[in-house]
Nanobody
């Protein structure tokens, strides 16, 4: 049974930082692409960043230079370091896991809320 559990969300002032973690279980972590998505109120879920199993990364233009994704295959964990947060970063952040051999499959966490006050 695949489980993705996010943590680290909360309330922060604009310009501040937060560090989100996603702990994965039930998968062979090293052969999964891992990503973070977010969904703001009234908007569609959007890709924030993704790290492939071989550690290539891609970021949404809106977070480039401010957010950093990393993974620890030994701990089955993916981290999203968010700096210089803006009110428009307010959203529920979801961890995503995608097996490299079955890219049509997606596993999701339940999400963690990030609120950035102005």
């Amino acid at each position: 049974q695949v489980q993705l559990v996010e943590s680290g969300g909360g309330l922060v002032q604009a310009g501040g930082s937060l560090r989100l973690s996603c702990a994965a279980s039930g998968i062979i972590f090293s052969i999964y692409n891992m990503g973070w998505y977010r969904q703001a109120p009234g908007k569609q879920r959007e890709l924030v960043t993704i790290m492939t199993n071989d550690e290539r990364t891609s970021y949404a233009d809106s977070v480039k230079g401010r957010f950093t994704i990393s993974r620890d295959n030994a701990k089955n964990t993916v981290i999203l370091q968010m700096n210089s947060l803006k009110p428009e970063d307010t959203a529920v952040y979801y961890c995503n896991a995608q097996p490299i051999l079955r890219p049509w499959v997606n596993y999701w966490g339940k999400g963690t809320l990030v609120t950035v006050s102005s």
